[in-house]
């Protein structure tokens, strides 16, 4: 193909997926489920406007890069040290559970497997996309309702965050075992040896850019750093690890969060990720989302995952809240809080992908997961607060 056919390709690319975006945004979904759509229209499946390159996936492997860097930056460590313990705890069923009901859907449609073997890594790997929590929707109906500063809304900002972390890690430990060539006690010692770097040498990242920041605030060469940073971190995850690259950028992130110039590296970076970068990958999801296959065994398992993932994580994270002394109501809100899924789900699905964990057809019931939370979420959480303010006034 003739070089001169990319810039083609990328002007129906970003012109599409804003224009379905900014039709998704004004009927309340999600942006990136119209970018998604996009690519599913304009790509190979559909119309045949775009068709898959090498290019194309490597400029969205950037993408989803500087989006998981961009998540890392946006991290509040002092909210998470504040309301830790139980949203570590509310987190870490709110990521076993949905693990768990959804490697059994996977077992339940396609049989059980040993232990090590493909199919039951691709069975896990349903399980770990459901792990992933989208807080933005979340976030966005309780700013609304003048819930946010609350104790519910802390603990859920908090809950989502390490929600997403360990589900990475747990993505990170799957893709390991399911290598040929690696060892359980070679993936655990590798993850582990990574953690120690990152504390390490982010330590030494974070006071450096401080120092930088102090001296030179508000200055291109902070983002360009950070840029770097973002990119090295990600080379060394994969390179040196064995981890997934997104792992090392979202880390990269969390390094920098916590500076006085973070928010400016964010909006630095999210302008090339919001024009380019972040079209790109949520359009190549789309070019990957084949309906060609699709059929009553597909569409009923894509049933299927939506309502496990939904009522797995209003089980795990509401059972947890009641634990933690949470009232039956605001432990439901929690719960329904947490189910949104998002960017993140669609990052992991994205992984599974290029590693032969998930097949393209699958990446429906992921679409109608994020679709199916994103309307749910809000209507269900303004329904609870309303019932609240109902019995607040009766009494």
Known sequence: METYYIFKDLAIIIVAAKLLGILARKYKAPQVVGEIIAGLLIGPSVLGLVQQSDFLVQIAEVGVVLLMFSAGLETDLKELLKTGPIAFLIACAGVLVPLIGGTLLHMGFYGASPWGSENFYKAVFIGVIMTATSVSITVESLKEMGRLKGKVGATLLSAAIIDDVIGIIVLTFVIGFKNPNSHPGQVVLSTLLFFVAVFTVGSAVYRAFKKLDERYPHTHRISI?????????????????????????????????????????????????????????????GFKTSVDHLNAEILLFSAGFVIVALITKIIGCGMMAKICRFSFTDSLKIGVGMMARGEVALIVAQKGLSVDLLTPEYFTAVILLIIASSISTPILLKLLYARDAQRSSHT
């Open 225 to 285: 750093l950070g840029l770097a940073l973002c990119f090295f971190f990600s080379y060394a995850a994969e390179r040196y690890f064995g981890i997934a690259d997104i792992t090392g950028a979202y880390v990269a992130g969390v390094a920098l969060c916590s500076i006085q110039d973070s928010y400016y590296i964010e909006k630095k970076i999210g302008i090339s990720s919001y024009l380019i970068f972040g079209p790109i990958f949520f359009a190549s999801i």
